[in-house]
Structure formats: structure tokens, C-alpha cells
């Protein structure tokens, strides 16, 4: 008959420990790993449709960041833009689902 013995040293059991403990974090903050994800995510897709243009404008010596800063200026712009052209349409569709949304939810 063959006698087998394990021995674990006191640093595996600390990896485990360690392994088990950002598992742990892992699943009890994952809304807002998730967030910072997106947000990561967004600005690495947002960098990668700067760069062209700011390596065409880098060639006629235009500084990088005035680059960048004019085509926040200009989204934030089309942004509010936008907004403003929008908000009427949804002022008049929010008013028309407060008159018909309660007839529509007992008609369901």
C-alpha cells in the first residue's frame, strides 16, 4: 500500500486566499466594474476616431491637443444641437403617453 502525503506551503495557500478574495470582489462590485468597463471602452473607441485626424492635422503642425479639444467642442456641440431639435418631439410624445398610455395599459 502507498502512502501519499501533501504538503502545501504557506504561499499557496495565500494565492488561494488572494484568488478567492478577488473572486469575491470580483462579484460583489461587478455593476461597477462593469461601468468602468463601458466607460474605458468608450474612450479608447472615442481615441481611435480621433487619431486619424489628429495625425493628418499633426502633419500641418497643429498641436494634438487643440485637435482633440475642438472635436470634443464640436460633439458637445451637435450634442446640444441635437437636443434642442429633439425636445420638442419629446415633450409632445411624453404628453401624448400621459393622455393615451393609461387607456393603452387596460386595453393590454
Do not use: N
Not at 14 to 26: D, V
Amino acid at each position: 500500500m502507498t502512502v501519499f502525503s501533501l504538503h502545501v506551503s504557506g504561499r499557496t495557500w495565500l494565492a488561494l486566499l488572494l484568488l478567492a478574495f478577488t473572486g469575491w470582489l470580483a462579484t460583489t462590485h461587478f455593476p461597477l466594474i462593469l461601468e468602468i468597463s463601458t466607460i474605458l471602452l468608450g474612450a479608447f473607441l472615442l481615441s481611435l476616431a480621433i487619431a486619424p485626424l489628429a495625425e493628418r492635422l499633426a502633419r500641418w503642425r497643429v498641436p494634438r491637443g487643440v485637435t482633440v479639444l475642438s472635436i470634443y467642442i464640436g460633439l458637445i456641440g451637435l450634442a446640444s444641437v441635437l437636443g434642442d431639435l429633439l425636445a420638442p418631439v419629446i415633450d409632445t410624445q411624453t404628453q401624448q403617453l400621459r393622455t393615451h398610455g393609461p387607456a393603452l395599459w387596460i386595453a393590454s
